[in-house]
């Protein structure tokens, strides 16, 4: 089989990020390439005693503009660029005295770095690359004739190609064009949105996704199904930042999943902790410490509990290792994990162990996407909390309803819509999440508390003299009434139904104090 292989006798190495460059460039040496190369690069191939010939002396055109023009020359675009199959190219190459290129390595300036860092606009603006791109856009459009590297973790196939070819094959030169054309357009997409974001512009007309492959997944939702996990660079604590300490690989669920577990704990101050089963919280409390916490949360729904998703918002101690070991856990995620816990959760092999260094910020701005048959959706993160409380009612909340309330409404905040959340003293007592019918949330929400109850040995329901939460409002007042007969004394709601006149007149019916807040949040 033909696999057009294509001798390297000239390379041009500018590169930001000189990891294994010297290497690469000793290679290229050993095989008596000829090396192009320009400003640092070359003074670092150089220094490492590797001859090198400048780009400018290549061109006989020195470097203009404080650097800004340097490889932007016919005879470096002409060498990428020619068809060594195309005798009128080999002419007019011949011609006007224009080598031919035949490895390309260059990584672009570091415009997602310099961001991060926080530096200036000047800064910034400069380490947007000009010449990097049109380099690898050139390279790669003559993938027939060019091998174009892009990323530091491409060397080893390189040198393997050269052991065993002494040359670059089509198929390996097609594949590193494909990842330099995705690498040109997600820096041009991050590069777009800081622009966007100077003009605070939140939804451009054209709209730039990006992302760096972390992971091949085993399988998506289900294992008929493929899946892989992409970053996108925001250093937000969480799964994509996260380091696991141990355990098998984290599946497409387990991401999704621990995800929706750290965004719910991360919005409270006190030790906490929430368990999450397929994307809702199925028990969250705060208490004085994450064992006490941990204890709270489990009672809610111990058996929801088992195979679920752990994650805390303080660094996570021996004590509540010991706790949480007793039950199967997919996940646990933390911002620290102490060593003797660590050692504690070593005996669960399996249980993936993430640790985070930091919580995210509840209150921080960001986007959410979510695909559609031929689109998008974007929305800010619902990063919403309500400070207008209306009390509606003849009966006010008492202060530890009233904390009880806020608390409950955070949650809900998290579960899937819609959705009721029973609490007591901080801690979920009983969750009703993705009914169809607000008022089925309710009584399941309470039937899933009596069984939880039975099973903690009480004497009776959790939810007797709980609060309740609505993520959006009562439509009817059944859904009230379903709360008060589970045992409820105040609710928290956003307000706004046609009939709200009808559910007020219910709570004080019942006797009952109702919060409105005139802030929804639906999750679907």
């Not at 997409?189 to 492959?213: H, M």
């Not at 965004?263 to 705060?286: L, M, Q, R, T, W």
Request: aromatic letters at 6%.
């Amino acid at each position: 089989m033909d696999q057009q292989i294509i001798p390297v006798r000239r390379a041009l190495i500018s590169v930001s990020d000189k990891t294994g460059l010297i290497d690469l460039a000793k290679l290229l040496a050993e095989n008596s390439v000829e090396i192009l190369s320009t400003g640092g690069t070359a003074k670092a191939l150089r220094d490492a005693g590797i001859k090198v010939v400048e780009v400018s002396d290549f061109t006989g055109f020195p470097e203009i503009l404080d650097g800004r023009v340097k490889t932007l020359m016919p005879q470096i675009h002409g060498g990428l660029l020619g068809r060594r199959d195309l005798a009128s190219h080999q002419e007019q190459m011949k011609q006007h005295n224009i080598l031919p290129i035949d490895l390309l390595c260059v990584n672009l300036y570091p415009f997602e770095e310099t961001v991060a860092s926080g530096a200036g606009k000047e800064d910034i603006i400069e380490n947007i690359d000009i010449g990097g791109p049109a380099l690898i856009r050139a390279a790669s459009k003559n993938h027939s004739h060019v091998a174009v590297l892009t990323d530091v973790h491409q060397y080893a196939a390189f040198k393997e190609e050269m052991k065993q070819n002494s040359g670059t094959t089509i198929r390996q030169r097609r594949k590193w064009a494909q990842a330099a054309y995705a690498r040109t357009a997600a820096y041009d997409a991050v590069i777009a949105s800081w622009f966007a974001d100077q003009a605070k512009d939140i939804f451009p007309e054209r709209l730039n996704l990006s992302g760096q492959r972390k992971q091949i997944l085993r399988y998506g939702e289900n294992p008929h199904q493929q899946a892989a996990f992409y970053t996108n660079g925001e250093q937000r604590p969480g799964v994509a930042t996260a380091q696991q300490l141990q355990g098998k690989e984290l599946s497409y669920n387990n991401l999704n999943d621990t995800d929706a577990a750290f965004e719910a704990v991360a919005e409270f101050d006190k030790p906490s902790v929430v368990i999450v089963k397929h994307a809702n919280p199925c028990g969250a409390a705060s208490a004085s410490s994450l064992s006490e916490a941990w204890d709270l949360a489990l009672r809610c729904d111990p058996v929801s509990a088992f195979g679920g998703i752990i994650a805390v918002n303080r660094p996570l101690d021996k004590e509540t290792a010991q706790k949480i070991i007793t039950i199967f856990s997919e996940v646990i995620i933390a911002p620290k994990v102490n060593s003797d816990a660590l050692e504690i959760l070593s005996k669960k092999k399996n249980v993936r162990i993430l640790e985070t260094g930091a919580m995210p910020d509840p209150l921080a701005q960001g986007m959410t996407v979510r695909t559609l048959a031929g689109g998008y959706l974007l929305q800010n993160r619902d990063n919403g909390r309500p400070s207008d409380f209306k009390v509606v009612t003849k009966r006010k909340p008492t202060e530890k309803e009233m904390e009880d309330l806020i608390f409950a409404f955070t949650i809900g905040k998290h579960v899937k819509s819609n959705a009721i959340i029973y609490v007591k003293d901080k801690a979920t007592v009983g969750i009703g999440a993705g009914q169809m019918s607000r008022v089925d949330s309710a009584r399941i929400a309470a039937h899933k508390s009596a069984e939880a109850a039975q099973a903690a040995d009480l004497e009776k329901p959790m939810t007797q003299g709980s609060v309740v939460a609505s993520d959006a409002f009562f439509p009817f007042a059944d859904g009230l009434q379903a709360a008060v007969a589970a045992g409820a004394t105040a609710v928290i709601q956003p307000g706004g139904s046609m009939r709200d006149n009808e559910v007020i007149a219910a709570a004080d019916e019942a006797g009952i104090a109702m919060v409105f807040t005139g802030m929804r949040h639906f999750r679907h």
